[in-house]
Antibody
Framework: QVQLVESGGGVVRPGRSLTLSCAASGFSVNSYGMQWVRQAPGKGLEWVAFIWFAESDKFYADAVKGRFSISRDTSKNMVLLEMNNLRADDSAIYYC?????????WGQGTQVTVSS | IVMTQSPATVSVSPGETVTLSCRASQSITTNLAWFQHKPGQAPRLLIYDASARATDTPARFSGSGSETEFTLTITSLQSEDSAIYFCQQFNKWPPWTFGQGTKVEIK
């Protein structure tokens, strides 16, 4: 059974850092493109970051480029999102998802609140 | 590519049919997916490639369309279908983009 479980969210002050984790089960994260998607309060879904098969193939939304970094921990079958220099407009529920075309599996999300 | 969904909210009685719309700002051929999202749950893939049902998607859910105009039709609506439905394009990425969602309420 394919499952994705996000963790690591919380309340953080502007300018600080946070790392989100996505634990996968039922498949290997090495075999799929993996995504992070977020949803701010009252807003629609916004794609954040993608990692392809090769570690060097990563893409980021313009809003997070240079501040966020996506990676894999293959030993734990996890995908990570390191978020630096956080801003108030980064506050959202962050979802991990599988796929490079349609996203065929999602987690339930983890809440990130950036506030002083 | 901007994805626009309509209506924002629709209220339907059980057993009725509802049609949701998703429009792309440019042609995406049939590279479109539909999702169901209930509060506190993981979004669920319903339809991919505009009209193909994902595994375990009930037959009362059907997708159609191509280029810039797409629809998701739910027939014989059930109470469990109360959710937000959103579309996603994967024709030209990055970025992958989503519609803002349509909330389906059951009367």
């Amino acid at each position: 059974q394919v499952q994705l479980v996000e963790s690591g969210g919380g309340v953080v002050r502007p300018g600080r850092s946070l790392t989100l984790s996505c634990a996968a089960s039922g498949f290997s994260v090495n075999s799929y493109g993996m995504q992070w998607v977020r949803q701010a309060p009252g807003k629609g879904l916004e794609w954040v970051a993608f990692i392809w098969f090769a570690e060097s193939d990563k893409f980021y939304a313009d809003a997070v480029k240079g501040r966020f970094s996506i990676s894999r921990d293959t030993s734990k079958n996890m995908v990570l999102l390191e978020m630096n220099n956080l801003r108030a407009d980064d506050s959202a529920i962050y979802y991990c998802a599988r796929g490079a075309t349609e996203f065929d599996a999602w987690g339930q999300g983890t809440q990130v609140t950036v506030s002083s | 590519i901007v994805m626009t969904q309509s209506p924002a909210t629709v209220s339907v009685s059980p057993g009725e049919t509802v049609t949701l719309s998703c429009r792309a700002s440019q042609s995406i051929t049939t590279n479109l997916a539909w999702f169901q999202h209930k509060p506190g749950q993981a979004p669920r893939l319903l339809i991919y490639d505009a009209s193909a049902r994902a595994t375990d998607t009930p037959a009362r859910f059907s997708g159609s369309g191509s280029e810039t105009e797409f629809t998701l039709t739910i027939t014989s609506l059930q109470s469990e279908d109360s959710a937000i439905y959103f579309c996603q394009q994967f024709n030209k990425w990055p970025p992958w983009t989503f519609g803002q969602g349509t909330k389906v309420e059951i009367k």
